[in-house]
T-cell receptor
Framework: GAGVSQSPSNKVTEKGKDVELRCDPI?????LYWYRQRLGQGLEFLIY????????KSGLPSDRFSAERTGESVSTLTIQRTQQEDSAVYLC????????????FGPGTRLLVL | SQKIEQNSEALNIQEGKTATLTCNYT??????LQWYRQDPGRGPVFLLL?????KEKRKERLKVTFDTTLKQSLFHITASQPADSATYLC???????????FGSGTRLLVRP
């Protein structure tokens, strides 16, 4: 597709379960970002991948959160032992490269932890 | 740390009027500032970028200003239409990286 895609679009899970969220960036985009958006709030930076460089994990809120990226393609965000406070929309964005400021966002994954 | 403030109250205007949204930041002046549009259930969509050495940037009915003395950006939509109804987010880069800090957004409602 032409844009950033994310799956699943919605996820309901029980507290304590692990979840895995997927992001397919725009082809050719070397930079990939994950953000979290709580209801009525702005986006909160989580993690940044750029090419084969070590990811910038400075925004991850706890060690229950991790993310991987295979080369310059798909990325997965994993949340272990989910808590109710993890309920939010998780947004992925990609950009052409580190010198490109414009980020293109996917539709997000709505996560609800019961 | 850098913080962004956007009016949390919805802006409700009549079709055809100019909408003006405000973004204030508290700390260092960024190299650039961006505005995004977000519709319910969707990810943000990039609208405009303005750099610190630019006073004003225009794109069709959109205009953005950047005042580094006031630490403020204004976002204007002229001849507003009901289709402009959405939440508008202001964003600027953290330090010297491309990680963005986003404001919580201002919801715009344009009445027909």
């Amino acid at each position: 597709g032409a844009g950033v895609s994310q799956s699943p679009s919605n996820k309901v899970t029980e507290k304590g379960k692990d979840v895995e969220l997927r992001c397919d960036p725009i082809s050719g985009h070397t930079a990939l970002y994950w953000y979290r958006q709580r209801l009525g709030q702005g986006l909160e930076f989580l993690i940044y991948f750029q090419g084969n460089s070590a990811p910038d994990k400075s925004g991850l809120p706890s060690d229950r959160f991790s993310a991987e990226r295979t080369g310059e393609s798909v990325s997965t965000l994993t949340i272990q032992r989910t808590q109710q406070e993890d309920s939010a929309v998780y947004l992925c964005a990609s950009s052409l490269g580190p010198a490109q400021e414009t980020q293109y966002f996917g539709p997000g994954t709505r996560l609800l932890v019961l | 740390s850098q913080k962004i403030e956007q009016n949390s109250e919805a802006l409700n205007i009549q079709e055809g009027k100019t909408a003006t949204l405000t973004c204030n930041y508290t700390n260092y002046s960024p190299a650039y500032l961006q505005w995004y549009r977000q519709d319910p259930g969707r990810g943000p969509v990039f609208l405009l970028l303005i750099r610190e050495n630019e006073k004003e940037k225009r794109k069709e009915r959109l205009k953005v200003t950047f005042d580094t003395t006031l630490k403020q950006s204004l976002f204007h939509i002229t001849a507003s239409q009901p289709a402009d109804s959405a939440t508008y987010l202001c964003a600027l880069p953290m330090d010297s990286s491309y990680k963005l800090i986003f404001g919580s957004g201002t919801r715009l409602l344009v009445r027909p």
